[in-house]
């Protein structure tokens, strides 16, 4: 959890790149997803992402639409 509001203690271990930006990805999906109350047009046009790109996102990362 502190890694996510950008502190982090000494000694506390980093994850890879890939595993803090996947989080973070998730993150981000769920509360797009959640303001726009599933409504992927409107996610896509919010995120500047495409639909089908918005699709492949929240099926990766297991998010309901």
């Known amino acids: 959890a502190a890694i996510m ?3 982090l203690q000494t ?3 980093l994850p ?3 595993v803090f930006r996947e989080m973070n990805d998730r993150r981000y999906l769920e509360q797009l997803i959640g303001v726009t109350a599933g409504d992927v047009g409107r996610a896509s ?3 500047g ?3 089908s790109r918005l699709y492949e996102l ?3 990362h ?3 639409a």
Do not use: V
């Open 11 to 13: 000694g506390e271990a």
């Open 16 to 18: 890879s790149l890939r």
């Open 49 to 51: 992402l495409s639909k």
């Open 5 to 7: 509001s950008g502190e």
């Open 62 to 64: 297991g998010i309901g």
């Open 45 to 47: 046009r919010i995120s």
């Open 58 to 60: 929240i099926s990766k």
